[in-house]
């Protein structure tokens, strides 16, 4: 009652209430409040949800401030799909010889290799550059560049990344640099396939899309459009229940490969 009262009352976006399960029927209740928290007002708010006594158990203490997202991805462990190993700064270290590492750092993008659609790209992407190389390569809705990086240090051949979102670029250009491959990518702001850019350096012989079942049906066609013969097409960012109406979408292609993860399906494809 007391934390549904307060995100009531202070309907402020830096404000967060949390109220957790201790267990044996005891809860703890956490409220970040920007600036200064007014005591009195705030016991008297939690009295009169909740009783006296509540109130008097509230702690009052200043939170330093602090990067929540690079302290949240601190705690990641490594992710291994394959030969590929997706990790922090905090186990650079730990990575064998004989895999590919990839470091990314925190930042706001899509794209660390622990959610279902990026770990399926990786494994994916894998098997393709164990048995290909010169592919002419093209990461669409790069991310955190997690996908271009990997296919670029697998392959040591030229890939063109692309997002709708100028931010997810800067952070994608800067992970490419941090794992020595800036030179091999190209990094582009671009709406969908359509773009100049993209149609110059077509046909590709690999594409990554991990998006979103919406805009992947939206590009099927001028996407199949952009691949060479023989080329493989790697789609993610797709719940099961949606898996088949994207095999749908790009019908022209074969379906080579399902990789099913956490409730999330990777597709490969190939142009015949």
């Known amino acids: 009652r007391v934390g549904a009262l307060f995100a009531e009352c202070f309907p402020d976006p830096g404000l ?43 702690v009052f203490e200043r939170a330093a401030p602090r990067d ?44 660390t290799g622990h959610h279902g659609t990026t770990r399926g790209c990786l494994l994916a992407l894998d098997a393709i550059c164990r048995a290909r190389n010169g592919l002419r390569i093209l990461d669409l809705g790069t991310g955190s560049g997690v996908l271009a990086i990997a296919a670029a240090r697998a392959l040591r051949h030229r890939v063109l990344a692309t997002d709708i979102d100028a931010a997810a670029v800067r952070v994608a250009r800067a992970n490419a640099r941090l794992n020595g491959v800036a030179a091999l990518i190209e990094f582009a702001q671009a709406n969908g396939v359509g773009g100049r850019g993209v149609r110059a350096r077509a046909p590709f012989d690999l594409v ?29 960012g797709l719940l099961t229940s949606q898996a088949n109406a994207a095999v749908s979408a790009y019908r022209p292609l ?16 190939r142009r015949r």
Do not use: C, M, Y
């Open 16 to 58: 967060a209430v949390t109220v957790v399960d201790s267990g044996r029927g005891r809860w703890r209740l956490t409220i970040h409040v920007p600036g200064s928290a007014d005591e009195k007002a705030v016991r008297a708010l939690a009295e009169a949800a909740a009783g006296p006594g509540i109130a008097e158990r509230l």
């Open 68 to 111: 929540w997202v690079k302290a949240s991805l601190a705690g990641l462990r490594p992710v291994r799909a394959g030969r590929f190993v997706v990790h922090g700064a905090h186990d650079r270290a730990r990575v064998a010889p004989n895999r590919i590492g990839i470091e990314i750092e925190a930042a706001l993008a899509f794209g």
């Open 208 to 236: 990554v899309a991990n998006i979103l079942l919406g805009p992947l049906q939206r590009f099927a066609a001028p996407l199949i459009a952009l691949t060479a013969p023989g080329a493989r097409v790697i789609l993610s």
């Open 254 to 269: 074969a379906l080579e490969r399902r990789i099913e993860l956490d409730g999330w399906t990777t597709l490969v494809l």
